[in-house]
């Protein structure tokens, strides 16, 4: 193959999803939602659910993903979204109902909903960006912060008799009888994301199977939040905060009733 064949955009490994288009997004450089986007929106076309797909976006960090995929969204209050997708849900039982929830929003202000909707099984799936910081509103402590960690409300770092435990939300969604297939991964390289693509999928098949409701974790990086560099980002997600938050799935039950 010549150099010339080489550049033809038709000869390119990536294709940007026909559903991403092209508003600039607002995402600090080097933030994992991109990512994220990039993926729900292949996922989308490729099981050819562009028009019977409804996603739910509350506050956060991914507040406007409204702006950057072109299906239908709904916009939550803070916390509420998996209230709002059990609703449309069960009103489209043929649709594809997924939120995207920060952790914040999820596991903080949103916890009683998604403990909930999880819990009774709704038919929904969703994506849970976990970067163990506020992000949108300055870098506050989350439910997530990691122990000794940092951040604009523990500026000398995180400790169990002030400001209690991390939670780790997808440890408790494992043990719902609703939950069929909890999930945590993460976007910093090839491979994770390769992953990742393809636990959110299995998350939407569930979601049109009528299986129960999914949860996919990722765990994700705000280097603007942390103060560092995107590639500095990365290598501390890595040393930190996979011992603290370990990939890979924590529940998946099988048509057959399985659990493995």
């Known amino acids: 193959m010549t150099e010339e064949e080489i550049m033809r955009p038709e000869n390119l490994v990536y294709k940007k999803p026909a559903l991403l288009n092209d508003t600039p997004m607002h995402y600090c450089p080097g933030c994992s939602h991109g990512v994220v986007h990039k993926l729900v929106a292949e996922i989308i076309e490729e099981m050819g659910m562009e028009e019977k797909t409804v996603a739910v976006s509350p506050v956060g960090c991914a507040v406007f993903a409204y702006n950057y995929i072109d299906v239908d969204w709904v916009e939550a209050a803070h916390g509420r979204a998996p209230a709002v997708a059990t609703a449309l849900k069960r009103l489209w039982p043929d649709h594809?109902?997924?939120?995207?929830?920060?952790?914040?929003?999820?596991?903080?202000?949103?916890?009683?909903?998604?403990?909930?909707?999880?819990?009774?099984?709704?038919?929904?799936?969703?994506?849970?960006?976990?970067?163990?910081?506020?992000?949108?509103?300055?870098?506050?402590?989350?439910?997530?912060?990691?122990?000794?960690?940092?951040?604009?409300?523990?500026?000398?770092?995180?400790?169990?008799?002030?400001?209690?435990?991390?939670?780790?939300?997808?440890?408790?969604?494992?043990?719902?009888?609703?939950?069929?297939?909890?999930?945590?991964?993460?976007?910093?390289?090839?491979?994770?994301?390769?992953k990742a693509k393809k636990a959110i999928r299995k998350a939407f098949e569930n979601s049109l199977q009528g299986k129960g409701a999914s949860l996919v974790e990722i765990v994700s990086t705000c280097n603007a939040g942390w103060k560092l560099s995107p590639e500095k980002a990365n290598q501390w997600m890595e040393e930190n905060m996979f011992n603290f938050y370990p990939l890979g799935d924590l529940k998946d039950i099988t048509p057959m009733g399985e659990t493995h």
């Open 96 to 194: 594809l109902v997924f939120t995207y929830q920060g952790d914040g929003d999820l596991a903080c202000i949103g916890t009683a909903e998604s403990i909930h909707a999880l819990n009774r099984g709704e038919h929904i799936a969703v994506i849970f960006i976990n970067n163990a910081i506020y992000g949108m509103t300055g870098g506050q402590m989350a439910p997530t912060t990691l122990m000794g960690m940092k951040t604009a409300t523990c500026p000398y770092g995180r400790v169990a008799d002030l400001h209690g435990y991390p939670l780790k939300l997808t440890e408790i969604a494992a043990t719902l009888e609703g939950t069929c297939y909890v999930t945590r991964q993460s976007v910093h390289s090839v491979a994770a994301i390769r």
